[in-house]
């Protein structure tokens, strides 16, 4: 452990939030989510070494290089199923420090026409991020451009990659009280001191599609994703526009289902979701089933979730590992599989984290989504 305060230190975040509190009543827990993380100047990935051994989590590609160049192989792959178009985007959803990019991009080099033809195109709200990703490809054939919203990359046929870029985006809470739903919201303590949840007055609109109160107790917590859901949205407008594929990786559950999911993380351990904002990672499970009918309701296909575990074994985790074993000293070849047992399995990251893919209709299904 390193410099991590007690959760009693209050980050400048969370003074001026109690402030606006104080002045304008409960925000939301998607507005204190879209602070915590995004704030221009003390928001978490604006101002903090987030990712890395070194950061506060670690994430599958800063783990072993070879998810990125099965996902790179993959890309390449789709791209071919989409009849090779020339120019294409290939765009990144929440890039970190540009790991994943730069072994997509190197895997991809078996097919030189792939690189050639790709736009690379980062969506990343990060100033230190972006130039972390610069530095890492720069060295890489391609010029990258940096989109600040999805709305910035032009319609072109598309290929998208995102990992852990989902369980960043805002979710709100809704909990189940005696006479039905209310939004749970961030409020102060009782003493006015500190940040601490509270219940709003009243019921949430009907058109917010809450579970039926009989099927839950009093006390359950509802999870809901309008940014997540906003996002299908424009990703699938484009795919009805242009030919596309989109891999979606993160954790979460299949179903939708009744759950606290929001958590903080710093130096690799949980930290509670409301002390200091800015200076904790504040994430939420992904609603795969909630994701899956946005993408139905908005006409593109999906694909999956399969677990990640199952989607690597599928492109070929495995010979991958022996190929990469081959000639290393013993001690090498053991750092290998265990950081690819790591990412694949069922114990580690190989269950919890799905993936998902979303795809003009027009295309057929995807490698990795039915068994081979
Ligand atoms: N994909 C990387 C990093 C995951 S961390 C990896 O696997 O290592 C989440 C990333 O998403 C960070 O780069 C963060 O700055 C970015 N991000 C989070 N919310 C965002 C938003 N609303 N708009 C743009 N980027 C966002």
């Known amino acids: 452990m390193t410099d991590a305060p007690e959760p009693s230190e209050k980050s400048p975040l969370e003074e001026r939030l109690i402030q606006l509190i104080k002045l304008k009543g409960p925000i939301t827990i998607a507005d204190y989510m879209a602070d915590a993380l995004g704030h221009p100047h003390d928001g978490y990935y604006m101002s903090r070494q987030a990712i890395g051994a070194d950061g ?36 990144e959803l929440g890039p970190g420090r540009g790991v994943l990019m730069a072994d997509i991009l190197r895997a991809a080099r078996l097919r030189p026409e792939f690189t050639r033809s790709a736009q690379v195109w980062l969506l990343e709200q990060s100033g230190r991020l972006r130039h972390e990703q ?90 809901k994703s309008f940014a997540s859901q906003e996002f299908i949205s424009d990703i699938c407008t484009l795919f009805d526009e242009e030919n596309g594929a989109a891999l979606i990786i993160d954790y979460g559950h299949m179903q939708s289902g009744l759950g606290d999911t ?3 993380v710093r130096n690799h351990e949980y930290w509670p979701p409301l002390s200091s904002p800015g200076l904790a990672d504040i994430t939420a499970h992904v609603d795969f089933e909630a994701m899956t009918r946005a993408i139905i309701d908005n006409g593109a296909s999906v694909h999956g979730p399969v677990t990640q575990g199952t989607f690597l074994e599928r492109l070929g985790l495995g010979l991958r590992v022996e190929m990469l074993c081959k ?6 070849a053991q750092a290998i599989r265990t950081s690819a047992a790591r990412i694949a399995s069922p114990d580690q990251m190989g269950e919890i984290f799905k993936i998902l893919a979303i795809t003009s209709p027009s295309l057929p299904p995807p490698a990795g989504f039915s068994t081979p």
């Open 56 to 91: 506060d989590f670690t994430t599958a590609p800063e783990i072993s290089q070879i998810f990125g160049e099965l996902i790179g192989l993959w890309l390449v792959e789709t791209w071919r199923a989409m009849g090779s178009p020339k120019p294409f985007n290939l765009v």
């Open 134 to 223: 610069q530095k890492r490809l720069r060295s890489s054939e391609v010029k990258p451009l940096w989109a600040d919203s999805f709305a910035d990359i032009p319609a072109a046929p598309t290929l998208i990659v995102a990992n852990e870029f989902f369980d960043c985006l805002p979710i709100r809470q809704f909990r189940r009280v005696d006479n039905g739903w209310r939004e749970q919201l961030v409020g102060l303590t009782p003493d006015g001191e500190r940040l601490g949840f509270v219940l709003g007055n009243t019921p949430p609109p009907a058109d917010y599609g809450l579970p039926d109160p009989s099927e839950s107790r009093e006390g359950d917590v509802f999870e």
């Open 262 to 264: 929001l958590q903080a």
């Open 327 to 332: 000639g290393k000293k013993a001690e090498d």
